[in-house]
Each structure stands twice: as structure tokens, then as C-alpha cells.
């Protein structure tokens, strides 16, 4: 399969402490990566490096054989690469519609047909946003604005999505809701990143899996592997303490 993300000893840290210590991996066209972990581990960080929101202390990371060394978000946007926040920043005052539309910010030139067909992609992946369209993002619940956070995400037509905590305060129905449309983007050919504390979840849709603590990958290998790794069953799929190395 072909390499889209190669990220080689990056390290990131915030002034003398190091946030991530020489992380290396790589991703390949329509595979899905998980990162699972605690809080405080660097899952964030990670995503805000390879975002370019931080900027790395040293190692590199080439995104389709690009070194995009101090590349800004926007730039980085442009190449194909966008994020999801965690904390999803909507505009209370913007409709779900308009969101979505701003979305497509630098798309537009493809002209209002093409975004307009790419509006009804999104509504059929998540019908709710249709019945929604109109409404303000500040009147949502969590679980809407997420889906509108994943929306907009998408309307920019990524090479490689990343999802930092897609389930995080909702509730269960609406965390599957969610999981469901990640499900299809996979079967649809889309590569992606995702941070989750949920390793279940994380296991459902990724086809590798690793875990990072205090910066460092600890584990790593095939999501149905680490699936059944005693020590990650332990620690984040509910069977005991806590992961220790061996």
C-alpha cells in the first residue's frame, strides 16, 4: 500500500518538557490508525503537530512525500490534511449549513454545483444535519455539533481526516451515530487518524492500533491484536490495573 503519512522521530515539547519523544509511524492510502492512551499522554499533541498548530523540536513529517516541515495549518489544509478538535469550535451563530459551507472555504472556485453535491454527500452520511441545516450551531446538542464539527472536516474533501476524541461527552446512542458514518468514511476509502480514549471504539474501525504514554509508544500492531494483548486489556478494554510494559 502507499505511504500518504510518514512521520519519523518527531518530537514536540512545550518549552524544557517533551510532550512526544521521537514518535515515528507511517500511514498508508485507506488505512485507518488509532492512538489510545491517557489523558496527558500527548494524543492532542500529536495531532496538533501533524496539523502544524506546534511546531516539532526535532524529526520530520512528509505527507505524500512532502517534508512539510514549518508548513502552516491552512497550507497544510490545502495539501488535504484536517482535523477534527476535540472541542469541535462552531460559531454559535452560524447555521449548520453555513458551517458546512465554510467547510469548503478553499473550494470555492470549484463553483456552487460542485459544493452543493458535496452538501448532500454530507447530509446523507449524517441525515440529522439536513433536518438541522438551518438551525444555529449554539442551539445544538453535543452530539449534533460533533456530527457538524465531522461535517465541515469533510467538505474540504481531505487525503487523511483526524479525529481527536470523537466520542467524548456524548451520549452512547449518539456515540455510535457517529462510529457508524467513521465506518462508512473507511468503506469509502478515506485514511484517517484517530485519537480516542475509547479503545473499544478505537478497535471497531482502525486497522492498526498504538498506545501512547507519556509521550512514547508503549505498544503497537494490528487493532485485532492489541485487541487481545493482555496488557491493553488490562489497562483500556476494562480487564485489570493499568499497562505496564513487560
Known amino acids: 500500500m502507499t505511504k500518504l503519512l510518514e512521520v519519523s522521530a518527531l518530537t514536540v515539547g512545550y518549552g524544557e518538557a517533551v510532550a512526544l519523544d521521537a514518535i515515528s509511524f507511517d500511514v498508508a492510502r485507506g488505512e485507518f490508525i488509532t492512538f489510545i492512551g ?21 524529526g520530520t513529517v512528509s505527507f505524500k512525500g512532502e517534508d512539510l516541515g514549518t508548513l502552516k495549518p491552512e497550507t497544510r489544509v490545502a495539501r488535504g490534511i484536517v482535523i477534527v478538535p ?24 470549484e463553483g456552487r454545483a460542485i459544493l452543493d453535491a458535496g452538501l448532500e454527500r454530507i447530509y446523507a452520511l449524517l441525515p440529522k444535519l439536513k433536518e438541522r441545516r438551518r438551525q444555529l450551531a449554539g442551539t445544538l446538542s453535543g452530539g449534533e455539533q460533533q456530527m457538524v464539527a465531522v461535517g465541515r472536516a469533510l467538505m474540504a ?21 457517529i462510529f457508524e458514518a467513521i465506518a462508512r468514511l473507511k468503506a469509502d476509502g478515506m485514511t484517517a487518524i484517530i485519537v480516542e480514549q475509547n479503545a473499544h471504539l478505537a478497535f471497531s474501525v482502525a486497522d492498526r492500533g498504538f498506545v501512547l ?31 505496564r510494559d513487560a
Open 38 to 58: 491517557p489523558n496527558g499522554a500527548g494524543k492532542t499533541t500529536l495531532l496538533n503537530s501533524l496539523m502544524g498548530v506546534l511546531r516539532q523540536k526535532s
Open 86 to 109: 476535540e472541542r469541535r469550535e462552531l460559531f454559535p451563530q452560524l447555521s449548520v449549513e453555513d458551517h458546512l459551507r465554510l467547510g469548503a472555504f478553499l473550494r470555492r472556485r
Open 157 to 177: 474533501e481531505p487525503q487523511l481526516l483526524m479525529l481527536d476524541e470523537p466520542s467524548t461527552g456524548l451520549a452512547p446512542r449518539i456515540t455510535e451515530e
Open 213 to 243: 504514554e507519556v509521550g512514547n509508544v508503549v505498544a503497537s500492531g494490528a487493532a485485532d491484536e492489541l485487541r487481545q494483548d493482555p496488557r491493553v486489556l488490562a489497562a483500556y478494554l476494562g480487564a485489570g490495573d493499568r499497562y
